[in-house]
């Protein structure tokens, strides 16, 4: 068990630039989440994927953000046209995904976003 | 919407006890997670406990659970200079399962 892999760890870009982050779950875990977390704050959701399936997306996502999981297994996070206000840490998490109750998410390590 | 509410900076000495306070709103709140996160990493699990408990201990962890307060609390025995680093407190309800809303997170200084 590697744990929940993101890449890259850093990410500095201009602003207007697109930029893609990757995440590589647990390799048995169906559900996958993003969640974005900034300076002084706890994480907030983003999107979450059952197997390939997205299948809820946080009114945090605007149009610019667009996650895929093409093959239920890694999943990538574009931003398009980046901002300012994109600067971030984008956390990455996987779950079995079976039940409520065995509802356990790990976390990546996150790709700290800084947006000139 | 909901909230989770958490004091922002506890120091406590090397050997002492430490106690994270968490509050919550959302009255379907059904699982309560503590998350540990040292700088520049991400998030780790360390424990969690479900609405139907009062208490949950795991080695040096303790979580109490006091549902009609709304309240949750971690404490740390024995607090170590590895202890050092943000906890965030996290909800979660049947409805929204995978969806956590989490605190704003305490940052815990350990002082030898």
């Known amino acids: 068990d590697t744990g929940v892999s993101q890449d890259p760890r850093h990410k500095i870009t201009k602003r207007g630039q697109n930029v893609t982050f990757r995440c590589d779950p647990i390799?048995?875990?169906?559900?996958l989440y993003w969640y974005r977390q900034t300076l002084g704050q706890g994480p907030e959701f983003l999107t979450y994927?059952?197997?390939?399936?997205?299948?809820?997306k946080s009114r945090l996502l605007s149009d610019r953000f667009s996650a895929e999981r093409p093959k239920g297994s890694f999943s990538t996070l574009e931003i398009q046209r980046t901002e300012q206000g994109d600067s971030a840490m984008y956390l990455c998490?996987?779950?079995?995904?079976?039940?409520?109750?065995?509802?356990?998410?790990?976390f990546g390590s996150g790709t700290q976003l800084s947006v000139l | 919407g909901e909230d989770v509410e958490q004091s922002l900076f506890l120091s406590v000495r090397e050997g002492d006890s430490s106690v994270i306070n968490c509050t919550y709103t959302?009255?379907?709140?059904?699982?309560l997670y503590w998350y540990k996160q040292e700088p520049g990493a991400g998030l780790q699990l360390l424990t969690y406990?479900?609405?139907?408990?009062d208490m949950k201990q795991d080695q040096r962890l303790t979580v109490l659970l006091n549902k009609k307060d709304k309240h949750l609390s971690l404490r740390i025995a024995d607090t170590q200079t590895g202890d050092s680093a943000i906890y965030f407190c996290?909800?979660?309800?049947?409805?929204?399962?995978?969806?956590?809303?989490f605190g704003a997170g305490t940052q815990v200084v350990v002082t030898p």
């Open positions: 996290a909800e979660m309800d049947d409805d929204s399962w995978g969806k956590l809303q």
């Open positions: 406990i479900f609405s139907n408990m």
């Open positions: 994927f059952q197997n390939e399936a997205q299948l809820e």
């Open positions: 998490a996987s779950s079995l995904g079976e039940t409520a109750t065995n509802e356990k998410l790990f």
């Open positions: 390799s048995e875990h169906n559900r």
């Open positions: 959302d009255s379907s709140s059904t699982y």
